[in-house]
């Protein structure tokens, strides 16, 4: 009335299972850290941004286009500057305005640095404050 356990050669089979202690252990400290880590990661930095300003404003600004052209050429508003004395003047003129114009300056993808660092300094130099480059698709 016995039951036998086994084969009944008498050999016994090495029973092949995972070991899944070592993965359950791994898993366990990934989500300790996991929750540790959670709260740093919502934490908020406080910024003093400025307020919105309700005024709207009254006048678009005026816009002068400042081109370079290939040769060095420099365009006011479309017409060619004679010499660095005048476009001084004109970019002296625009500094003693209130408010500022902005300066559109598009220089041509030829044109040598030299040029348009001249241009940057006297304006720079003469107070311009609002200055900016457009055209720069033509450099991709």
Avoid: C
Avoid at 17 to 41: A, E, G, K, R, T
Avoid at 81 to 102: F, G, H, M, W
């Amino acid at each position: 009335m016995g039951g036998s356990v086994g084969p009944s050669s008498g050999e016994a089979d090495t029973l092949v299972d995972m070991n899944v202690i070592p993965l359950i252990d791994i898993m366990l400290v990934l989500l300790i850290m996991f929750i540790i880590s959670l709260p740093i990661q919502t934490h908020a930095v406080k910024l003093d941004m400025p307020r919105p300003n309700d005024a709207e404003q009254q006048a678009e600004p005026v816009v002068i286009q400042l081109d370079v052209d290939f040769d060095g050429t420099i365009l006011w508003n479309g017409s060619v500057v004679a010499s660095n004395a005048q476009l001084r003047a004109y970019l002296q003129s625009i500094s003693l305005q209130e408010p500022q114009p902005e300066i559109h300056l598009r220089p041509n993808r030829l044109a040598k640095y030299d040029v348009v660092a001249k241009v940057l300094a006297y304006a720079q130099r003469l107070g311009v404050r609002k200055i900016g480059f457009v055209g720069n698709e033509q450099y991709l």
